[in-house]
């Protein structure tokens, strides 16, 4: 939000750090809605899960929506920039691009409610357990294969980023087709 909305720049000049600290400050607001959405969708997902045939389908679906969220990220971003070039360099984001950013803010929660923190492990150990395999082992297992990926991007991300420019647009794109790629092997590969 500080960079990408805001145009601000935490080691810039003191216009550039005002806008980068506000932007950080709407980015904590669309944190907490975002949590505020993850909670509730916790709550709903066995019913959800149910209504749309079961967890397979219900894990892709959720990965469109991040795919389709990254995208609008994007396209947020691209807005923002516009903004600031025909109202000048040092403009905030318009009310309509801040509402639009904490609107993915917070519709983030939903996917982030289904595949980061229930059905992994909750697959993981139906599927381990019909199998025979162990539920700790396999569970230790999907841990390095959430944990892994992290550190990579962790480490990556930001090479990555500055062989494009810098800023997050790239991060955003291969986060939107990475999400679409998911959605298509969970509704295909998962048992």
Known sequence: MGREVYGGDSGGTEITKKLYNQGVHVG????????????????????????????????????????????????????????????????????GIRAGALTLFALLGIPLAVSHFQYPFALASIISSSSGAGQGLSLGVLNLAIVIPQMVVSLGSGPFDSWFGGGNLPGFVVGAIAAAISGVVALTVLP
């Open 28 to 95: 904590a607001l669309g944190l907490m809605l975002n949590a505020i959405v993850l909670g509730f969708m916790s709550l709903g997902v066995e019913w959800i899960s149910r209504k749309m045939g079961g967890a397979k389908r219900l894990w892709g679906v959720v990965n469109f929506v991040l795919a389709a969220c990254l995208a609008m990220m994007v396209l947020v971003t691209k807005l923002a920039i516009d903004h600031r070039r025909t109202a000048g360099e040092f403009a905030g984001p318009t009310a």
